[in-house]
């Protein structure tokens, strides 16, 4: 793992999360997408090397809307950046960590994802995220 990528964060509404991280942080929301098959919004700001990923569900059934259903809004998950993300993961495979996906799927601002089990992470989501290459 080479460095803290970004830190995500479950929010019910962008439309009050987006100014509050914006006044919090003193800088603006430099990207927003949606990662249709995840069913989420994301908004992104960035601190120095430092990223933050507020996430929004796009649905009520959505895993982030279920997140916030269950524990409130608050820090979903640590992402770390990682040079091979299939390399990585066969290496905490090898190391007994659960993946929850067998394979990368793409994630938001250009990357491949994969997520750890928390019950394998002291309750922390992990996710391990590798730039795309064009």
Do not use: W
């Amino acid at each position: 793992m080479l460095k803290v990528e970004h830190i995500g964060i479950a929010v019910s509404s962008f439309e009050k999360a987006i100014p509050l991280f914006s006044k919090l942080l003193n800088t603006n929301c430099y990207k927003q997408e949606e990662v249709a098959s995840e069913k989420v919004r994301t908004a992104f700001f960035q601190k120095g090397e430092t990223k933050i990923e507020l996430l929004e569900s796009t649905t009520p059934d959505g895993v982030i809307q279920k997140f916030i259903e269950k524990k409130g809004e608050g820090i979903h998950h640590i992402a770390f950046e990682v040079a091979d993300i299939h390399a990585e993961m066969n290496r905490l495979q090898d190391e007994g960590f659960t993946l929850i996906n067998p394979q990368p799927k793409e994630g938001a601002d250009n990357k491949l994802v994969c997520f750890l089990h928390p019950k394998d992470t002291n309750g922390v989501l992990i996710e391990l995220c590798q730039e795309k290459k064009l």
